[in-house]
Protein backbone atom coordinates (compact mmCIF):
# COMPACT_ATOMS: atom_id res chain seq x y z
CA UNK A 1 0.00 0.00 0.00
CA UNK A 2 2.67 2.42 0.53
CA UNK A 3 4.45 1.73 -2.52
CA UNK A 4 0.98 3.08 -4.16
CA UNK A 5 0.93 5.66 -1.88
CA UNK A 6 4.24 6.44 -3.39
CA UNK A 7 3.52 6.10 -6.76
CA UNK A 8 0.19 8.22 -6.18
CA UNK A 9 2.09 11.04 -4.93
CA UNK A 10 4.58 10.83 -7.80
CA UNK A 11 2.36 11.55 -10.20
CA UNK A 12 0.58 14.10 -8.05
CA UNK A 13 3.78 15.61 -8.25
CA UNK A 14 4.44 15.22 -11.76
CA UNK A 15 0.70 16.76 -12.61
CA UNK A 16 1.72 19.32 -10.51
CA UNK A 17 4.80 20.42 -12.19
CA UNK A 18 4.14 20.26 -15.98
CA UNK A 19 0.16 20.63 -15.56
CA UNK A 20 -0.97 18.74 -19.26
CA UNK A 21 -3.87 21.16 -21.01
CA UNK A 22 -2.70 24.36 -19.52
CA UNK A 23 -3.25 27.25 -21.52
CA UNK A 24 -5.66 29.15 -23.67
CA UNK A 25 -7.60 27.48 -25.96
CA UNK A 26 -8.58 28.91 -29.20
CA UNK A 27 -12.02 27.73 -30.71
CA UNK A 28 -13.45 27.32 -27.24
CA UNK A 29 -17.20 27.60 -26.75
CA UNK A 30 -17.32 27.00 -22.96
CA UNK A 31 -15.81 28.78 -19.96
CA UNK A 32 -15.77 28.97 -16.43
CA UNK A 33 -13.95 30.47 -13.45
CA UNK A 34 -13.46 29.02 -10.30
CA UNK A 35 -11.80 29.82 -6.81
CA UNK A 36 -11.25 28.17 -3.63
CA UNK A 37 -11.34 30.40 -1.13
CA UNK A 38 -10.06 27.96 1.72
CA UNK A 39 -7.04 27.67 0.25
CA UNK A 40 -6.59 30.42 -2.73
CA UNK A 41 -6.34 27.73 -5.47
CA UNK A 42 -8.02 29.84 -9.08
CA UNK A 43 -8.46 28.57 -12.63
CA UNK A 44 -10.41 29.57 -15.64
CA UNK A 45 -11.16 26.63 -17.72
CA UNK A 46 -12.14 26.45 -21.36
CA UNK A 47 -14.48 23.80 -23.42
CA UNK A 48 -14.36 22.88 -27.12
CA UNK A 49 -17.86 21.37 -26.67
CA UNK A 50 -19.37 19.81 -30.26
CA UNK A 51 -22.31 17.46 -30.73
CA UNK A 52 -22.13 16.84 -26.74
CA UNK A 53 -18.43 15.90 -27.24
CA UNK A 54 -15.76 17.34 -25.15
CA UNK A 55 -13.19 18.47 -28.37
CA UNK A 56 -10.76 19.69 -26.23
CA UNK A 57 -10.29 21.26 -22.80
CA UNK A 58 -7.78 23.88 -21.15
CA UNK A 59 -7.42 25.37 -18.13
CA UNK A 60 -5.45 28.40 -16.48
CA UNK A 61 -4.75 29.54 -13.36
CA UNK A 62 -2.91 28.57 -10.00
CA UNK A 63 -2.94 26.81 -7.17
CA UNK A 64 -1.88 24.58 -4.41
CA UNK A 65 -0.02 21.10 -6.18
CA UNK A 66 -3.62 19.17 -5.41
CA UNK A 67 -5.90 21.89 -7.10
CA UNK A 68 -3.06 22.38 -10.36
CA UNK A 69 -2.38 18.87 -10.36
CA UNK A 70 -6.56 17.81 -9.82
CA UNK A 71 -7.48 20.01 -13.06
CA UNK A 72 -4.67 18.83 -14.48
CA UNK A 73 -5.77 15.22 -14.75
CA UNK A 74 -8.98 16.14 -15.33
CA UNK A 75 -8.57 17.71 -18.78
CA UNK A 76 -6.97 14.45 -19.43
CA UNK A 77 -9.69 12.45 -18.78
CA UNK A 78 -12.27 14.66 -20.33
CA UNK A 79 -11.28 14.49 -23.78
CA UNK A 80 -13.25 12.89 -26.48
CA UNK A 81 -16.09 12.08 -23.57
CA UNK A 82 -19.84 13.06 -23.74
CA UNK A 83 -21.37 15.39 -21.38
CA UNK A 84 -22.89 12.32 -20.17
CA UNK A 85 -19.94 10.94 -19.40
CA UNK A 86 -18.11 13.91 -17.89
CA UNK A 87 -20.92 14.58 -15.47
CA UNK A 88 -20.52 10.45 -14.61
CA UNK A 89 -16.65 11.21 -14.13
CA UNK A 90 -17.51 14.11 -11.73
CA UNK A 91 -20.38 11.95 -9.56
CA UNK A 92 -17.64 9.31 -9.28
CA UNK A 93 -14.58 11.71 -8.36
CA UNK A 94 -16.62 13.56 -5.75
CA UNK A 95 -17.58 10.62 -4.05
CA UNK A 96 -14.08 9.34 -4.36
CA UNK A 97 -12.57 12.29 -2.91
CA UNK A 98 -15.17 12.66 -0.31
CA UNK A 99 -16.75 9.05 0.66
CA UNK A 100 -13.75 7.35 0.02
CA UNK A 101 -13.46 3.66 -0.77
CA UNK A 102 -15.16 2.11 -4.39
CA UNK A 103 -17.07 3.77 -7.17
CA UNK A 104 -19.29 2.70 -9.79
CA UNK A 105 -17.80 4.37 -11.96
CA UNK A 106 -14.12 3.81 -13.60
CA UNK A 107 -11.99 6.51 -12.56
CA UNK A 108 -9.01 5.59 -14.22
CA UNK A 109 -5.68 7.54 -13.29
CA UNK A 110 -8.15 9.76 -11.43
CA UNK A 111 -7.91 7.44 -8.45
CA UNK A 112 -4.04 8.98 -7.75
CA UNK A 113 -6.40 11.33 -5.93
CA UNK A 114 -8.13 8.57 -4.04
CA UNK A 115 -6.30 9.93 -0.75
CA UNK A 116 -7.96 13.46 -0.58
CA UNK A 117 -10.50 11.99 1.12
CA UNK A 118 -8.61 11.46 4.96
CA UNK A 119 -8.11 14.71 4.40
CA UNK A 120 -11.29 17.07 4.36
CA UNK A 121 -9.22 20.46 4.26
CA UNK A 122 -8.18 19.12 0.56
CA UNK A 123 -11.14 17.97 -0.78
CA UNK A 124 -12.66 21.32 -2.17
CA UNK A 125 -8.53 22.01 -3.97
CA UNK A 126 -9.35 18.63 -6.00
CA UNK A 127 -13.02 19.15 -6.66
CA UNK A 128 -12.49 22.91 -7.82
CA UNK A 129 -11.64 21.82 -11.18
CA UNK A 130 -14.77 19.29 -11.55
CA UNK A 131 -16.96 22.02 -10.01
CA UNK A 132 -15.75 24.72 -12.79
CA UNK A 133 -16.55 22.11 -15.14
CA UNK A 134 -19.77 21.34 -14.27
CA UNK A 135 -20.46 24.94 -14.07
CA UNK A 136 -19.20 25.45 -17.43
CA UNK A 137 -21.24 23.09 -19.27
CA UNK A 138 -24.58 24.13 -17.80
CA UNK A 139 -22.98 27.51 -18.85
CA UNK A 140 -23.62 29.26 -15.65
CA UNK A 141 -21.73 33.20 -15.91
CA UNK A 142 -21.19 33.47 -12.26
CA UNK A 143 -17.46 32.57 -11.26
CA UNK A 144 -17.86 29.26 -9.07
CA UNK A 145 -16.82 29.37 -5.41
CA UNK A 146 -16.33 26.31 -3.63
CA UNK A 147 -18.06 27.55 -0.25
ZN1 LIG B 1 -5.68 24.13 -2.76
Known sequence: ???????????IFDHNR??????????????????NRLCGDRLTLHL???????????????????????????????????EAEANALFEGFH?????????????????VLAGVSEFPARVKCATLAWHTMNAALHDHQDPVSTE
Request: hydrophobic content about 35%; some cysteine.
Open 1 to 11: MSDLRDLYQEV
Open 18 to 35: HPRNFGALANANRHAQGF
Open 48 to 82: KVQDGIIQDVRFEGSGCAISTASASLMTEALKGKT
Open 95 to 111: HMVTEGGETSVNLGKLA
